[in-house]
């Protein structure tokens, strides 16, 4: 019985583990995080790059090394609707595909405290 109750913890814990670290996505030593000036949560950002990662995966299916290089704020959050409190504001992050370099428009909304939402658009 002990060893079952060990055995399912164990068995979480690494459940656990491995969608931190693919929520994380990859990491490169010495590389500066490119999302310190996002205006989203880390939450967020983690649900975007993810998304962002699947798509980018049917553009090149040989590449096998992405990973986000820079993201700045390039419309600052503004409210859309004052009785929500919904605000929006787009990042533009840039996409190393394989030592191509990708860029995307991510578009934020944010409604009250708490809930937000995003698409994104590859730019071209």
Known sequence: ???????????????ALG??????GPTH????????TSLASELLQSRAQLRIYRHDDQADLACQSRHFIAAKVVRQ?????????????IE???L???GDHVTYDVYFTEVGEGGAIFTFL???
């Not at 019985?1 to 459940?15: E, P, Q």
């Not at 969608?19 to 994380?24: G, H, N, P």
Request: glycine fraction near 2%.
């Open 122 to 124: 590859e730019v071209h």
């Open 29 to 36: 030593a010495g590389q500066s995080n490119p999302f310190s």
């Open 19 to 24: 969608l931190a670290i693919l929520s994380a």
């Open 92 to 94: 533009r992050w840039v």
């Open 77 to 89: 959050p503004r409210v859309v609707n004052e009785k929500l409190n919904e605000r929006k504001w």
């Open 96 to 98: 190393d595909r394989c």
């Open 1 to 15: 019985m002990v060893a079952t109750a060990f055995i399912r913890f164990f068995s979480c814990f690494l459940l």
